[in-house]
């Protein structure tokens, strides 16, 4: 990875998956996250599916040079996509995200993950919705070898 992705590197090349906070036995709802490097390694893609796709999305991280920062996109199945700063601070990846196009009132998303161990990763959303900020998923993560990214 290019030096400014290097925060990534424990990441690249797995696959997670994680429990929503508010799922229940009569409602699972379980993400699957997989973590590439891409671009010749200037870029990082994450790619998940929620639910064997009842919901996914793509993420690419890049570093721009022009801005001297991290930035990312993030394109969604639900037709919305995202623009958002990339920051990193000590062993925690902060995005905050401005939404284009949600239809519930999501106008910026706040997520902070965090590794746990080398196989387990957390991470902690809100949203800003109708002009408050709520809480969003809490997500504990375990890495995964018999897990897939299903899209419909």
């Known amino acids: 990875l290019a030096k400014p992705l290097k925060a990534f590197e424990p990441y690249i090349g797995k696959i997670y998956k994680g429990e929503f906070a508010e799922s229940t036995p009569a409602k699972p709802v379980i993400d699957v996250q997989a973590w590439e490097r891409i671009l010749n390694g200037n870029g990082v893609k994450i790619t998940h599916s929620v639910n064997n796709g009842e919901y996914g999305g793509e993420s690419i991280i890049i570093w721009d040079p022009k801005l001297e920062k991290l930035v990312s996109w993030y394109f969604t199945t639900a037709g919305f ?16 995200e401005k939404v284009t196009g949600n239809k519930n009132g999501i106008t910026e998303v706040k997520s902070i993950t965090q590794l746990i161990s080398n196989d387990e990763k957390h991470t902690k959303t809100q949203y800003l919705q109708n ?11 375990k890495e995964t070898s018999d897990s897939k990214i299903i899209f419909k």
């Open 81 to 96: 996509y995202t623009q958002a700063n990339v920051e990193i601070n000590d062993d925690e990846i902060i995005v905050i």
């Open 131 to 141: 002009g408050e900020w709520i809480d969003g998923h809490n997500i504990y993560y």
